[in-house]
């Protein structure tokens, strides 16, 4: 379901409840990279639509991330697209360090294409698989990806803000949370995350198995 | 002191520092302490990001390539042309707000490379001489560093923190160097490896740059925050000298005016009895050309047409290298390994001097969208390939290498390209020294067989190499008003104190003759801090 949001004092709600999923990898565990308010966006930006199908999204997301995380590991990933795609602020300023002098700027709001793409994978099922999208078998669902993303090369995965298929933004932006690249190490390094010092001198623990917490203790 | 007239609002002080970047940051600490004289900072643009939010603004950066740096920059005060390593951030801290804490010292060399090599030109010092002002910078900012072999890695002191460890990934890449004939230690970095002067230890956050959301590393604003509270310093923002005024007859620095950068653009004087520039390599010797008068036709400080001159810097070859080992990237990503083997390379027939980082990678170890065979990899297949690909190692490799600048390695006024007060603004070309251009294609097919020797032994491979781009500049910039014991050669003397006029100094990165061949924020640092410390000493 997609909402309107019209208004500062709207963005603003909606900024409390996902700030802290507002980003590209998993929640932090220390004291120094814990966010207890909103991260703060230009509130004169002009109003923005919000989400997406929700059904379509789902359907995608059982698609393309590995069925694996179990539906539950599959739904908290798409919830955090979700707020990570709504927390975008267009136009915002890049970094600038180094290696150019002029100040640069993000690119505008992916997500009225990445809707649109939604719908029109809906549309190609219907047409080439005669079922929605979000109906369609497994097997259904990938060929109508396949078609979808034949031009897409795949050394490898774009980030999420500059893919040009919600398929590789979701995809993207799952693979670069700190729990995937923990999945893919078949360990603890929990990259990107703020950790004790000292525990990096020995070897990360492995995964815990299936059905336990695979989090490291938080530090504080 | 602040006197306010119908239009100009005058600032008076014993020292006026222009700039608020870390080594203006680290010469007021020094002469709040050493003298009882009044500091003025200057700073032409606003406080950035407090430290309060920065976890957010890492979120941000992280989440979406956001600038964690709110507000700092002024929108038309910028340099163009060669300027990979320029920053248009301008704000209290300067770009140090936003660096990666790197902390290496230069090598005695570096101050030598004509009495040893026989080209460049040798500093008006030697190492031991900056030794005790490395220590001063490293102590101040709280420098967590590991004690090399002494031969290649000479310090009267040890480093005030014990190093950042090395890791897991480190250690199985520092066994491989060391079976490679290299030496290897943990590199030094402003970044607490311990609690230290009330700021929190290091959590490998791996954001040091551009932004440090514990407080670990350190940064300017932490220095002026200290300062200012104190009322050791007054620090002034938004408000940019345009002009230093000096005495057709003595030369002596009179005041500065400038302008608020604020909407009002309202005009400002600073009277004060010495002056310090401490605005980098471009802002300073920039200031000194717009200072022209009919006394000074070609600019303050300029009587050798040196100011804006001998920009200085180094390039590097790069290489992502596989290896037989088993590392898990992601540890601490921007923690390395360091060599100065290849800085202190004794006598040899051709000119080549460089240093050696070594660290973790995960370059083609992501996931990938397509397998060798082409087909669409989703759900737990995608999963599956890309735990494939994980096994293993991927190490990073890079090689700062010396160039040798040439004297018409500059900056030039552009008048097509003004600022809103129609001041012209800098237009960069880096030139490399006639020596240094002859040796560039040797130099660096050296440091590729060397990369290619560290992988053989190890029994990897070369998986990709890379040069700097041509076109962009050099990195860790100094010059502009190099400093040398000859007032026709050189802008200020051996303490960075101008030649043409006894109480306006230069400090930091601007004076250096060369810039080496690794990170030079320390140095930048440690030359502001003799300065300091011969402003202190009168």
Redesign the interface.
């Known amino acids: 379901m997609t909402t309107r949001n019209d208004g500062p004092s709207a963005r603003r709600q909606f900024l409390k409840t996902a700030g802290v999923l507002a980003v590209g990898t998993a929640a932090v565990g220390s004291a120094a990279c814990d966010v207890k308010e909103p991260a703060q966006v230009d509130e004169s930006s002009v109003a923005r639509l919000l989400g997406f199908d929700r059904t379509l999204l789902d359907a995608l997301a059982i698609t393309v991330l590995p069925a694996s995380l179990g539906a539950a590991g599959v739904r908290a990933a798409t919830d955090r697209f979700v707020a990570w795609a709504d927390g975008y602020d267009p136009v915002a300023e890049e970094m600038h360090g180094y290696g150019y002098s002029d100040v640069r700027y993000l690119p505008a709001d992916p997500s009225p294409a990445w809707r649109a793409q939604l719908e029109a994978l809906d549309a190609l099922s219907r047409k080439t698989q005669r079922v929605p999208f979000g109906r369609g078998t497994a097997e259904q669902r990938t060929a109508v990806l396949e078609a979808a993303l034949r031009t897409e090369s795949g050394e490898r995965l774009p980030s999420p803000l500059a893919a040009r298929h919600i398929a590789l933004a979701l995809l993207a932006h799952w693979s670069a949370s700190s729990d995937a690249w923990n999945l893919a190490l078949g360990a603890q390094v929990s990259p990107g995350t703020c950790r004790k010092l000292d525990e990096a001198l020995r070897a990360p623990l492995p995964l815990a198995p299936a059905g336990a917490s695979a989090k490291p203790e938080a530090t504080t | 002191m602040i006197i306010q007239d119908t239009n100009t609002t005058v600032h008076e002080a014993d020292i006026c520092i222009v700039g608020s970047g870390i080594t203006a940051a680290m010469m007021a600490a020094h002469l709040a302490e050493h003298t009882t004289q009044s500091i003025l900072v200057v700073e032409a643009g606003k406080h950035t990001t407090p430290f309060a939010?920065r976890?957010?603004?890492?979120?941000?950066?992280?989440?979406?390539?956001?600038?964690?740096?709110k507000s700092d920059?002024v929108?038309d005060q910028?340099?163009?042309g060669n300027?990979?390593?320029?920053?248009?951030?301008m704000h209290v801290g300067g770009?140090a707000m936003?660096w990666g804490g790197v902390s290496p010292r230069y090598s005695p060399e570096d101050f030598r490379v004509k009495s040893l090599y026989g080209i460049g030109d040798d500093w008006p010092f030697t190492y031991d001489d900056l030794d005790p002002f490395y220590q001063e910078a490293e102590e101040r900012m709280g420098v967590a560093g590991e004690q090399g072999p002494a031969a290649l890695d000479p310090r009267g002191k040890p480093y005030p923190l014990p190093p950042?460890?090395?890791?897991?990934n480190l250690k199985q890449l520092q066994q491989w160097a060391t079976n490679a004939g290299i030496a290897t230690w943990s590199t030094p970095s402003a970044k607490n490896?311990t609690p230290y002067a009330g700021r929190?230890?290091?959590?490998?956050?791996?954001t040091c740059?551009?932004v440090c959301?514990?407080?670990a590393k350190y940064s300017p604003d932490f220095t002026w925050d200290a300062l200012v509270r104190d009322k050791k310093i007054t620090l002034v923002t938004e408000t940019l000298v345009r002009r230093l005024e000096a005495d057709a007859k003595t030369g002596r620095i009179t005041h500065a005016t400038g302008n608020r950068t604020d909407a009002s653009g309202a005009p400002v004087e600073i009277r004060a009895k010495t002056f310090v520039l401490a605005a980098g390599f471009v802002w300073s010797p920039h200031l000194l050309l717009l200072s022209r008068s009919s006394a000074f036709p070609d600019g303050l400080a300029n009587r050798s047409g040196l100011v804006g001159k001998y920009l200085a810097g180094h390039r590097n070859v790069n290489a992502y290298l596989e290896l037989p080992m088993e590392l898990?990237?992601?540890?601490?990503?921007q923690h390395s390994l360091v060599s100065k083997q290849f800085m202190r390379p004794g006598k040899q027939s051709r000119y080549l001097r460089h240093d050696l980082r070594i660290w973790e990678s995960?370059v083609g170890r992501?996931?990938?969208?397509?397998?060798t065979d082409?087909k669409?990899?989703?759900?737990?297949a995608?999963?599956k390939d890309?735990?494939q690909?994980?096994k293993g190692a991927t190490a990073r490799v890079r090689g700062y290498y010396d160039v040798l600048p040439d004297r018409e390695s500059k900056f030039t006024l552009d008048s097509g390209r003004t600022n809103r007060f129609g001041d012209p603004m800098p237009q960069v070309a880096f030139r490399d020294a006639s020596e240094s251009a002859a040796l560039r294609e040797w130099q660096e097919e050296e440091l590729r067989t060397l990369f290619r020797r560290m992988a053989k032994a190890g029994g990897g491979s070369i998986l990709r190499m890379e040069n700097s781009s041509n076109d962009?500049g050099q990195?860790h910039p100094t010059g502009g008003c190099r400093m040398g014991t000859d007032p026709l050669t050189s802008v200020v003397d051996a303490r960075g104190r101008a030649h043409d006029h006894e109480n306006l100094w230069v400090a930091g990165a601007p004076t250096q003759p060369t810039a080496s061949c690794c990170n030079g924020t320390l140095t930048f640092a440690a030359v502001g801090l003799r300065t300091a410390s011969a402003i202190a000493t009168g």
């Open positions: 939010q976890a957010q603004a890492r979120e941000r950066y992280v989440g979406y390539g956001e600038s964690p740096w920059h929108d910028n340099a163009y300027t990979w390593g320029f920053s248009p951030s770009l936003h950042l460890p090395i890791n897991h490896s929190a230890q290091c959590q490998r956050c791996d740059y551009p959301p514990s407080g898990l990237p992601g540890i601490n990503v995960s992501e996931p990938r969208l397509r397998g082409g669409l990899l989703l759900g737990d995608l999963l890309w735990q690909r994980a962009l990195e």
